[in-house]
Nanobody, 122 residues
Framework: QVQLVESGGGLVQAGGSLRLSCAAS????????MAWFRQAPGKEREFVAR????????VYADSVKGRFTISRDNAKNTVYLQMNSLKPEDTAVYYC???????????????WGQGTQVTVSS
């Protein structure tokens, strides 16, 4: 079992930055693909970014490409999401996920955190 705990969310003005962290416990995450998803009010949860176990391969949703960066520190069992140039439409609950197959759909991930709220004001 892998337990995931997100942190770093908050309220920020448009154009600002936040860095989310996802701390894992229970098992080392070095062999897992790690991802971030988000869910805005009234909308379905959507893929944001994922990173393979080694950290060398990343994939981003078109809506965040060039603004967000996913990274991982396997020694710390932690994954990060650096979010720059934030927009009001980035407002959502952000979830961390771990999976063995690592696609861009929710079904690719077996373990989920509880989420952290990100609110971007205009």
């Amino acid at each position: 079992q892998v337990q995931l705990v997100e942190s770093g969310g908050g309220l920020v003005q448009a154009g600002g930055s936040l860095r989310l962290s996802c701390a894992a416990s229970g098992r080392t995450i070095s062999s897992y693909t790690m991802a971030w998803f988000r869910q805005a009010p009234g909308k379905e949860r959507e893929f944001v970014a994922r990173v393979r176990g080694s950290g060398a391969s990343t994939v981003y949703a078109d809506s965040v490409k060039g603004r967000f960066t996913i990274s991982r520190d396997n020694a710390k069992n932690t994954v990060y999401l650096q979010m720059n140039s934030l927009k009001p439409e980035d407002t959502a609950v952000y979830y961390c996920a771990a999976g063995s197959f690592g696609g861009t759909t929710m079904s690719s991930y077996s373990y989920w955190g509880q989420g952290t709220q990100v609110t971007v004001s205009s």
